[in-house]
């Protein structure tokens, strides 16, 4: 069970039919930090190796529930099956790497002092944290945040996104079941103003975050007087990618559109802006007109299986439209259209616009597949167009060579830069996190130990040793 709730209730609607799948009631925000912080003293005591043990019995009951979870998460997001059990899997996969993780980069150290004592460094948890979720990766992403806190010796109230509330709940239920009680790892229900309401709440000892800019913008600005609270922050991304110099054009429009249209362009990582040397462009943009033109945009469960399902609901859809109709009003060439085949389902088709012309080009996240293209001349202006933007997420360099490379490793702000990669899916194993408005310099994935714990730093003897050397009166005096 959660907290006790009360009050109105969310309602979680599939975007592939409009049907509701899930209700309940908005949770009590205080009554469940009180139980959390009731609770947290007893489980930041136990053992650390008790806490890892819980922790991986989570990720046994996940592969339990694993289809059940992968069908929620179609149902609620609108994500391909595929891409669902890729989810699952990446919750399960991200138990052993926290474990790692903690172990590496917050390992207690020892080292020999004056006068025969010890200096030691160790860590310890923060108190209560309050995790916030987004809900394009409604399990992947708040978990990425909640194990690393939970081995840590953290409570952890989890409030999923509104919009996909009910892939929160049964991520809770697997940790109730491994032995983490619902104090420890508290599920709450609530829309944007229990999200505020947490933040806020004296209560809560840090807030750890995935979603958009402007929420995150709105995090930090309320707690800009609460150096005292950790905050994590984890936003999205104008990303770039840069196509220069190379003959794979099959492999670099593959790259191209895998990272512009995964998950119907709803990633923090997606690629939203293709910077091409012009001498390139004419041979590149049929190849991924043709490649786009493929793609199955339909509900998750379709067959053949599709490369995409539906954007999160109507009025992402309605403002993805706004926005394509604007960039075309301002002076953009579409090279392929946006489509919306029913007004009433947010299914959108993948859509490309050469926006080179605009003198003006919005630096704003559009978060759906909409990929704009923007022709330079030389190495240079693509560095510089690739930094024309306030985030600073993921940015990707395909073709050129290593000396290219390296320049543009050095040169482009971003948290995440590959080569001939894509942008979309960096390794947990590795730091995931940016700059600008796309986070706060607190990465999470292998780097989530940093904020989960604080280091702690201790001379220690034995006994009491001490002598006041100069500055005394003679004597007794």
Known sequence: MSAPVFGPEIVSFEPATGKEIWRAPVSDIDEAIKRARRAWPAWAAQPLSTRMELVRRFANEVRKDAEKLATMISRETGKPQWEAAAEVESVIAKVEVSIRAFAERTAQRRFDNAMQGTSAVRHKPHGVLAVLGPFNYPAHLPNAHIVPALIAGNAV?????????????????????????????????????????????????????????????????????????????????????????????????????????????????????????????????????????????????????????????????????????????????????????????????????????????????LFGPILQVIKVDDFDQAIAEANNTRFGLAASLIGGTPQEYNRFWANVRAGVINWNKGTIGPSHAAPVGGIGLSGNHRPTGYYAADYCAYPVSSGELDQPRALIGIGLRSGGE
């Open 157 to 365: 109230i989890f409030k999923p996104s509104e919009k996909a509330p009910a892939t929160g709940e049964m991520l809770q239920r697997c940790f109730n079941r491994a032995g983490i009680t619902s104090a420890i790892m508290q599920f709450v229900c609530g829309g944007p103003e229990e999200g505020k309401q947490l933040v806020a709440h004296d209560g809560i000892d840090g807030v750890l975050f995935t979603g958009s800019a402007n929420t995150g913008i709105n995090i930090n600005r309320k707690l800009a007087t609460r150096p005292d609270k950790i905050v994590a922050l984890e936003m999205g991304g104008n990303n770039p990618v840069v196509l220069w110099d190379t003959p794979k054009l099959t492999d670099a429009a593959a790259l191209i559109v895998r990272s512009a249209f995964s998950t119907a362009g709803q990633r923090c990582t997606a690629a939203r802006r293709l910077i091409v040397k012009s001498s390139m462009y004419d041979s590149i943009v049929p190849e991924l007109k043709s490649l786009a033109d493929r793609l199955i945009f339909a509900e998750p469960f379709a067959e053949p299986a599709p490369f995409m399902g539906p954007v999160i609901d109507n009025a992402a859809a309605d403002g993805l439209t706004e926005s394509f109709l604007y960039l075309l009003s301002r002076g953009g060439k579409a090279i392929k259209h946006l489509v919306r085949p029913d007004e009433n389902l947010p299914f959108l088709s993948p859509a490309i616009i050469d926006t080179t012309a605009m003198p003006d080009r919005p630096d704003v996240e």
